[in-house]
T-cell receptor
Framework: SAVISQKPSRDICQRGTSLTIQCQVDSQVTMMFWYRQQPGQSLTLIATANQGSEATYESGFVIDKFPISRPNLTFSTLTVSNMSPEDSSIYLCSVTDRVPPYEQYFGPGTRLTVT | DAKTTQPNSMESNEEEPVHLPCNHS???????IHWYRQLPSQGPEYVIHGLTSNVNNRMASLAIAEDRKSSTLILHRATLRDAAVYYC?????????????FGKGTHLIIQP
């Protein structure tokens, strides 16, 4: 298993600004993922954060809006850029086991409100 | 496309068994069936997974149909703490770890 922490746990931001969310894992992991959970909705995968290479983004998500860094095997950041109220969501990171069935472990999430 | 179908919500009484169904009629032979749950104000947590055979762990049991087109998560004795959204997810085992595709899940309500 893995223990994941995220910072900040919540924030209220003004439109047009950017927020960087940090994800820290207590062990070295190859695969890290970022998800978004809009109010009352399920989770949607934003991107896969690869150590040493560019993140891989899902359809509908672009690097300019959600730049991701992965400087080492225990840490990643997601930036929500030029925020609008539609970006108000919970943002979660997760990591996965290296072997099948690739169980995933999730952080507690960052609750973002954009005013 | 989540590729699984679950009822939007179910209600049960405390200390009674709960059977949560999931339909995955297009499942392939290499897909695992995972169940995660999300308690209020928390990230999802793993519950159980299976491939072909029924599975048991300390949290739940997973009954998989013989044709693998459906499965049922069984909570043997529900408690108030089991109130959560339960997600049934297919994962592809052959290509390495991928991000999960969440459907809408089943909102389980437990009455005291």
């Amino acid at each position: 298993s893995a223990v994941i922490s995220q910072k900040p746990s919540r924030d209220i931001c003004q439109r047009g600004t950017s927020l960087t969310i940090q994800c820290q894992v207590d062990s070295q992991v190859t695969m890290m993922f970022w998800y978004r959970q809009q109010p009352g909705q399920s989770l949607t995968l934003i991107a896969t954060a690869n150590q040493g290479s560019e993140a891989t983004y899902e359809s509908g998500f672009v690097i300019d809006k959600f730049p991701i860094s992965r400087p080492n095997l225990t840490f990643s950041t997601l930036t929500v850029s030029n925020m609008s109220p539609e970006d108000s969501s919970i943002y979660l990171c997760s990591v996965t086991d290296r072997v099948p069935p690739y169980e995933q472990y999730f952080g507690p999430g960052t609750r973002l409100t954009v005013t | 496309d989540a590729k699984t179908t679950q009822p939007n919500s179910m209600e049960s009484n405390e200390e009674e068994p709960v059977h949560l169904p999931c339909n995955h009629s297009t499942i392939s032979g290499t897909d695992y069936i995972h169940w995660y749950r999300q308690l209020p104000s928390q990230g999802p947590e793993y519950v159980i997974h299976g491939l072909t055979s029924n599975v048991n762990n300390r949290m739940a049991s997973l009954a998989i149909a013989e044709d693998r087109k459906s499965s049922t998560l069984i909570l043997h004795r529900a408690t108030l703490r089991d109130a959560a959204v339960y997600y049934c997810i297919r994962t592809y085992s052959g290509g390495g770890a991928d991000g999960l595709t969440f459907g809408k899940g089943t909102h389980l309500i437990i009455q005291p």
